[in-house]
């Protein structure tokens, strides 16, 4: 990787909010307008004030990742998608939101775990931020957690991890979180950093 190459990377910026309003307070995340100051002038932007979330690329000794599929309503699909949730333990770290995900929507505990990547998922309307993770060494839990609403059905299914790049790749699984896990997980096994 070139100097140029390493150098490029989000900056954070400070800008002068000159006004906020709760527009939304909602059971999951809520809506805010902010009125902020920027160049010449104040911009007006409307976003999803989010908690942020944890997210789990499981993958076994046989480098098959766990996917699941659950109903997801704003998008009208069961999309294929990979264990993940709310950072919305006051005082939880994001490792510990993964684990606790694993287990409760997947029964599983993991003895290895390596942080694979953090993304914002929609930067031009909310401010969430996922933290991505590897989790190896699985094993069973019994059943962690009642599943209700649209938790109460969620299909499993384990693929190769080659597979499901390949269904990212070939736009039959367009989750974006799973997107980034499996690719992200495939090029770090791949290269060996996350080897045992």
């Not at 002038?41 to 990742?65: F, S, T, W």
């Not at 939101?97 to 930067?123: G, K, N, Y």
């Not at 059905?153 to 979180?177: C, K, Y």
Request: charged content about 30%; hydrophobic content about 40%.
């Amino acid at each position: 990787m070139s100097k140029t190459s390493e150098s490029l990377r989000d900056e954070p910026v400070e800008v002068d909010v000159v006004e906020t309003e709760l527009v939304y307070s909602g059971h999951v995340w809520d809506v805010r307008s902010d009125t902020f100051r920027y160049g010449e002038g104040e911009i007006i932007r409307q976003y999803v004030d989010h908690p942020g979330a944890a997210a789990v690329v499981a993958v076994d000794d046989q480098d098959r990742v766990l996917l699941i599929q659950q109903y997801r309503h704003p998008i009208r699909h069961r999309d294929w998608e990979i264990p993940a949730g709310l950072l919305d333990v006051e005082g939880e770290a994001p490792l510990e939101t993964a684990r606790r995900e694993l287990a409760e929507e997947v029964d599983l505990e993991a003895d290895r775990w390596d942080d694979l990547v953090s993304i914002f998922t929609t930067p031009g309307g909310n401010d969430e931020v996922v933290h991505v993770f590897l989790a190896r060494g699985l094993s069973p839990v019994g059943v962690a957690h009642a599943r209700e609403e649209e938790e109460a059905d969620i299909r499993q299914e384990w693929m190769p991890l080659s597979e499901a790049v390949d269904g990212v790749l070939t736009g039959r699984f367009r989750n974006g979180i799973l997107a980034v896990g499996v690719l992200a997980a495939s090029h770090r096994l791949r290269e060996g950093v996350a080897k045992d």
